[in-house]
C-alpha cells in the first residue's frame, strides 16, 4: 500500500499503519491484593483514590517504543 493510498484510508476510518503510535509491546500493570499489602503505606491513600474503583486505570505502563529521536545541534 502506498503513502497515498495509506493517507487516504487513515482519513476515511482512521486505519492503517499511520495510525500507530510505534508502541509495539507494553504491559500495563495494576498490583494484586498480597503486592498492595506490601506496599509502603504512602502509595494506599494514592490507590483507593484514583484505582481502586476503576479496573481500566494501569498503576504503571511498561513499553517497548519503536523510533527516532533527532536532535540538530
Given at each position: 500500500m502506498s503513502i497515498v493510498e495509506s493517507l487516504a484510508q487513515w482519513?476515511?476510518?482512521g486505519g492503517t499503519l499511520i495510525a500507530e503510535n510505534g508502541n509495539d509491546a507494553k504491559i500495563k500493570w495494576r498490583p494484586d491484593d498480597d503486592e498492595l499489602k506490601a506496599m509502603d503505606s504512602a502509595f494506599q491513600?494514592?490507590?483507593k483514590e484514583?484505582?481502586?474503583?476503576r479496573?481500566?486505570?494501569?498503576?504503571a505502563i511498561f513499553a517497548l517504543m519503536a523510533g527516532c529521536v533527532h536532535i540538530a545541534y
Open positions: 482519513k476515511s476510518n491513600p494514592r490507590w484514583f484505582f481502586q474503583d479496573p481500566e486505570k494501569a498503576v
